[in-house]
């Protein structure tokens, strides 16, 4: 899709029928204990999702995606070696690349890797939650695990910091999501509790955003309205989701019959 005079909000709909109408390979290199979940969530949108992670193929099957998505998750410097082989693939092709920098902060071998990641080639959006983003942008902050911890003072300033600093857009995920560039910002204050209580729903935002990325041309307004699409189904599913098991179920079926009507009428997001 083209960007054009429209705002970002007149957009979330139809990026989500573009996604559906192309259904766009999204290749991962992920985190070992959600991939099935990332996978899965790609598919519920109506995308194809790849999980190859062998260093010997990435980079042809970075030659079918429309987008990559690195995941430190299940950090090993072997996998590392081979996201830095996709990721110079897919700047080679033009391929937009996101990365979650997840539990950046908890050790110095994961705060290093993620800079000779960044270092390695050009990432279209980095996403990660408040602590993580922090900590990549130089914060002295550090992360419960994959938790997210208090980050003082203004996220948005931070994010839109490093945004300058990587060229790239930053996603900073909590209960309002911080989506920076350079010079503008947009807030998705759209999702439910119950997320928090689910493991993998972080990682599998970062598979939305790369979805989403795949088919929008405006980096900043496809992660906005990725994640509202995404947070508008969490929502929904926790009326039907009495705990984390039932609501996980009924994320899913949430994203697979999400339709234009129902983002417009829910969705929260807002210049920053």
Known sequence: MSTDARGPADRIGTLLDEVRRRSPVVHHLTNWVTIGDCAQIVKAFGASPVMA??????????GIASALVLNIGTLTVELVEAMKKALREANRRGVPVVLDVCGAGATR???????ELLDEGHVDVVKGNASEVARIAGEAVTTRGVDATQVSGDLAAVAR???????????ATGAVDVVAGPDRTLLVANGDPLMGRVVGTGCMAASVI?????????????????????????????????????FKSALLDAVATLDGATVAARHRVRAG
Not at 53 to 62: C, I, K
Not at 109 to 115: A, T
Not at 215 to 228: E, K, P, R, T, Y
């Open 161 to 171: 910091r490093l945004a300058a600093q990587r060229r790239c857009t930053v996603v």
């Open 109 to 115: 071998l994961r705060d290093e890797k993620c800079r």
């Open 53 to 62: 992670h062998a260093p010997e193929e990435v980079e042809e099957m970075v």
């Open 210 to 246: 790369g979805t989403f990325l795949a088919v929008g041309d405006d980096h900043l307004v496809a992660a906005a309205c990725g994640l509202a699409c995404y947070e508008i189904a969490a929502e929904l599913a926790a009326r039907a989701g009495a705990g984390p098991g039932s």
